[in-house]
C-alpha cells in the first residue's frame, strides 16, 4: 500500500483538529463558532482593529470580513465601537463571550496535545512539536502572515 502524501496527511490532521475542536467548544456553549472565527478571535485578543485591518490580516477582500465580523456581531462575539477622534472609524472589539469561547479553545488544545502525548509518547509528541514550529518560524520569516493561526 503506497503512503499517503504528507500535504494529504497535513490536511487531514487539521480537519481532524478543527472538527473535535467544534464538537468541543459546542459542547461547552459555544455550537455557533465559525470556521474562521478563530482567526478574528487571536487578531482581535491583541489588540482593537478596523474591518480593514482584519481584512488584511486574513488575506480576504474587506467584503468578505465583513460577512465574518457581521456573524460574529450577530453571534455576540464581537463588538463595533466607534473611534473617539474618528467618527468614520469603527474599532472591532472583541465581546467576554468570545474570551470565554477562547478560554475553552486552548483549553481543547492543551487536551488535544496531552491526548496525542499518551498515544504516540512524550517524545513522538516533541518531535512533531518541533517539525512544526519550524514550519510555522519558516512561514514568519517569510512575513506570510495570511497563514499565521491569528
Wanted: glycine share 10%; hydrophobic share 45%.
Amino acid at each position: 500500500m503506497a503512503k499517503e502524501d504528507i500535504g494529504i496527511l497535513l490536511n487531514v490532521a487539521f480537519g481532524v483538529f478543527k472538527r473535535d475542536l467544534h464538537r468541543h467548544l459546542a459542547a461547552h456553549g459555544f455550537p455557533d463558532v465559525g470556521p474562521s472565527f478563530g482567526y478574528v478571535f487571536r487578531l482581535l485578543a491583541s489588540g482593537p482593529h478596523n474591518l480593514q485591518g482584519v481584512a488584511a490580516a486574513l488575506g480576504i477582500t474587506a467584503q468578505g470580513a465583513l460577512k465574518i465580523v457581521a456573524d460574529m456581531v450577530e453571534k455576540g462575539y464581537v463588538e463595533r465601537r466607534d473611534d473617539p477622534d474618528d467618527g468614520r472609524v469603527k474599532w472591532l472589539v472583541l465581546t467576554a463571550r468570545a474570551q470565554a469561547a477562547m478560554a475553552e479553545a486552548r483549553r481543547f488544545h492543551r487536551q488535544f496535545e496531552r491526548g496525542l502525548t499518551a498515544r504516540l509518547g512524550r517524545d513522538q509528541v516533541a518531535a512533531l512539536r518541533t517539525v512544526l514550529e519550524d514550519v510555522y518560524a519558516g512561514v514568519q520569516a517569510d512575513g506570510f502572515e495570511q497563514i499565521r493561526p491569528l
